[in-house]
């Protein structure tokens, strides 16, 4: 079903969005790889599938980044039928990293930083994504969720992102867009993660095929924070 559709995802160098550009590589889907770090990897990883894709340095902090984006997306592939917007700065406290600094003790700029990465970011991608899936009159917006209770950026920017996800699906019904959020289903030690991490804790390959099972949620789910049992989407709320 995904055959030949466009998809978008950044913070796709590594971690949760590398693992889910090759599974929706799988379905033969276009693929195009975003984020600030090198994109080598995985970009080496789709053309051993054989699939077309594209990378683009991206920082989706920035408005002309985001743009940029989208605009040499559409000039490549004409169109975009699923945004993924993955990018995070993630605590990964599990991990055994250090904790953040308490509110009281955190400076503004690293607030600023992680906040503009995943709510900015978000919105920034959307924004300019969301002309040309009117244009075509049809699209997927898919967010990625993580634990709430994580740490204070962290978490405040995930549930502004849920609230976020709800409004844009409001506005872009009529178009047939669906904008969706749905996390990873577990808390995962990705490529990253120290040695120790990663022998107690799933890697990404638990994710499976969730994120290419957002990309086909029905209308009646948009808006919807989303999860996945027994195989299918399910509303979580």
């Known amino acids: 079903m995904l055959e030949g559709s466009v998809v978008v995802i950044t913070g796709s160098a590594g971690g949760i969005g590398r693992y889910v550009a090759k599974t929706f590589a799988q379905e033969r889907a276009r693929v195009v790889v975003a984020d600030i770090k090198p994109l080598d990897e995985v970009s080496a990883e789709l053309e051993a599938m054989e699939v077309d894709h594209l990378a683009i340095t991206t920082d989706v902090r ?45 400076d503004f700029s690293f607030w600023n930083n992680v906040v503009q990465t995943i709510l ?10 969301l002309a040309q899936m009117e244009a075509q009159r049809s699209g997927h917006i898919i ?46 030690a990705t490529e990253e993660a120290p040695e120790e991490a990663r022998a107690r804790m799933p890697g990404v390959a638990s ?27 399910v509303v979580r709320s």
Not at 82 to 95: K, S
Not at 120 to 129: E, N, P, S, W
Not at 150 to 173: I, M, N, P, Q, W
């Open 120 to 129: 900015g970011g978000t919105f920034l991608c959307t924004k300019y994504a």
């Open 143 to 188: 967010n990625t969720m993580g634990g709430s209770q994580v740490a204070h950026a962290y978490a405040v920017s995930k549930d502004a992102v849920l609230s976020f996800t709800r409004f844009v699906a409001r506005e872009e019904r009529e178009f047939n867009i669906c904008a969706v959020a749905i996390g990873p289903g577990a808390r995962i």
């Open 207 to 233: 994710v499976g095929n969730r994120f290419v099972l957002a990309a086909q949620a029905s209308m009646e789910m948009s808006g919807h924070l989303l999860d996945v049992t027994d195989g299918k989407l």
């Open 62 to 106: 920035d408005e002309n980044s985001a743009r940029n984006l989208i605009e040499r997306t559409v000039e490549r592939f004409g169109r975009i039928d699923v945004l993924h917007n993955n990018a995070a700065i993630v605590p990964h406290f599990q991990w055994g990293l250090r904790q953040w600094p308490r509110i009281r003790d955190l």
